[in-house]
């Protein structure tokens, strides 16, 4: 209820009103049963806006961090993402990483529509970087398609680090749904598994148009961050 009253009623109006948003192959998400809305992920605000213009309700997984914050500051923010429907996750890896798969796969066997981003974060220069293969495990295993969805602009409207977004258009293109049930009960195989995210990442940079480096986008923040120190 309130993640309707939200989305429909209070911030939803006032944000498509401002940002103007222009979509592409809305029908191309199917109007029921589990689904993957498979990602670019170029700003915080990607979150916010795929969920706006979908019809149905979208739940995504976050990083539990978002979840945890003390103060006013933390209780805000644990309102927000909880106003839009994000779950927590930790990203720690081992028994973390599996939970959150078990996590992803409750919502998508309850017939949900889960948002996902395969680079695994954000872009840290609005490129698109290798997928993770934590999405094709996801997809084989619950079995449903997979909705390649590509952000255009948002890194514009608000760029990693600002608080405050700018306003201004924002696009999203919907591609149609890849249907990988060629690989059923192969979702142990690594290499099927990459295969899978390959085929993802190559229709998300058909869609975006943005350039493709062929490294994860977690080693260039690292990398980054070790010089700046």
Do not use: C
Request: hydrophobic share 40%; glycine share 10%; net charge positive.
């Amino acid at each position: 209820m309130f993640y309707w009253f939200m989305k429909n009623i209070v911030a939803g109006p006032i944000l498509l009103g401002l940002f103007r948003p222009w979509v592409i192959g809305l029908d191309n998400i199917p109007k029921e049963g589990g689904v993957v809305l498979a990602s670019n992920h170029l700003s915080f605000i990607d979150s916010v806006f795929l969920p706006l213009v979908v019809p149905r309700r979208v739940v995504f997984l976050a990083k539990s961090e978002y979840f945890t914050g003390t103060g006013l500051k933390g209780w805000a923010t644990r309102q927000f993402f909880k106003a839009t429907g994000q779950l927590p996750i930790d990203r720690s890896g081992g028994k973390a990483s599996e939970d959150s798969l078990n996590t992803g796969l409750a919502v998508l066997n309850g017939g949900g529509a889960l948002g996902i981003y395969p680079e695994g974060t954000r872009s840290p220069d609005a490129r698109m970087y290798r997928g993770r293969t934590g999405v094709a495990r996801m997809v084989l295993e619950a079995g449903v398609p997979v909705v390649p969805v590509a952000m255009i602009d948002t890194e514009k409207a608000m760029p990693t680090g600002t608080r405050i977004p700018k306003v201004r258009r924002i696009g999203i293109v919907i591609g149609e749904p890849l249907d990988f049930s060629r690989f059923e009960g192969m979702e142990g195989d690594r290499f099927v598994l990459r295969s899978v995210t390959d085929e993802l990442m190559y229709e998300l940079r058909r869609l975006s148009t943005q350039e493709y480096v062929d490294v994860y986008a977690t080693s260039v923040k690292e990398k980054r961050a070790s010089l700046s120190r």
